[in-house]
């Protein structure tokens, strides 16, 4: 591998809270050794359209704490061919760039094992995502943000199940994981929690309903992710009110309100470390994995593994829920 001198970062996917504090700490710690730090726009698609920004100290300056990504966001479809990234590969020459920090989810790195793959472009990846189903870290860098805001939401609404007499059925991002589901609701004490990696029985669930109304329970919280197969938010109360029609019943999808806001204080931190161990493992000639966070140290996973494997989920944190809304 070439000396690099010129690295690149940039986000790509759905932006996560603590994009930026991995952007800072991507851009700072490689001023602090000697790389000439630039932001490629919208993703891959700046790659392609040449869109580079240079990126000083002062560039990353007061951004620690805003959501987003100040290097925006998108999926680029042209990415996808291998006449895009061979546009986007002759940009990079032509301006220098010789290496790449890319932040995102499974897509992103998708990308980033193919690219890195065709033209030996040295590239390494942090994870930013908040559905948390990466392999190889213990955190992803915007999903305790994005169980905090959940549970900011449900508090709330669990005010007005309460003063109501309500059953709240609130939807929660996840469509191929539950993460954000079973830590909010274990966070809020909700009285059911559908996710993908558990099945749904239809049945059971208006079982326990019933139990829980014949023990004088008048208002109640059902967590379900998005993905989940009993159909979401929607499904599950038509459902309930088939067989309750008694029950006064309300859906609350949250929706992209998980991703924004500012990041807690945990994934400015966990960003932070990424986000510095990055540029370090750039200048020690390593390539094609993701950096991440395992029982709080470092660690590097192959793009190929952390793209197939997805982190295990811990079920009985289900049955720990369910104990404790009783």
């Known amino acids: 591998m070439k000396e690099l001198k010129k690295i690149a970062v940039l986000t790509s996917g759905g932006d996560s809270p603590g994009m930026n504090a991995a952007i800072r700490a991507v851009v700072r710690t490689g001023i602090n050794e000697s790389f000439e730090m630039v932001g490629s726009m919208r993703g891959y698609q700046g790659l392609i359209d040449g869109e580079i920004v240079p990126m000083h100290s002062r560039s990353v300056s007061n951004i620690i704490q805003r959501g987003g990504t100040i290097l925006k966001s998108a999926r680029s479809k042209e990415f996808y061919e291998k006449e895009g990234r061979q546009k986007a590969y002759d940009k990079m020459c032509r301006m220098g760039i010789d290496g790449l920090v890319v932040i995102g989810g499974d897509g992103t790195f998708t990308g980033a094992k193919i690219f890195g793959k065709e033209f030996g472009v040295p590239i390494v990846g942090l994870p930013g995502t908040i559905d948390n189903d990466l392999y190889g870290t213990d955190f992803t860098i915007g999903f305790d943000t994005a169980v905090n805001t959940v549970v900011e939401a449900v508090d709330k609404l669990r005010d007005t199940a309460y003063s109501h007499d309500r059953l709240f ?95 807690s204080a945990r994934d400015r931190v966990l960003a932070s470390r990424l986000g510095h161990a990055a540029i370090m493992n750039l200048k020690e000639g390593v390539s094609g994995v993701m950096i991440g966070m395992v029982d709080s140290e470092i660690e590097l996973t192959s793009f190929e593994k952390s793209i197939k494997h997805h982190q295990a989920i811990n079920l009985e944190l289900l049955d720990i829920a369910r104990i404790l809304a009783i």
């Open 169 to 263: 059925i609130i939807e929660v991002m996840g469509r191929d994981a539950g993460f954000i589901a079973l830590g909010s609701g274990l966070a809020t004490g909700a009285e059911m929690i559908l996710i993908p990696e558990s099945p749904t029985y239809i049945d059971e669930m208006l079982h326990l309903l019933e139990k829980d109304w014949k023990k004088n329970k008048t208002s109640g919280i059902i967590l379900v992710a998005e993905g989940d197969d009993s159909g979401g938010a929607m499904k599950v109360e038509d459902e309930i009110n088939a067989h309750f029609p008694d029950y006064d019943t309300r859906v609350s999808i949250l929706g992209h309100i998980q991703r924004g806001g500012s990041p």
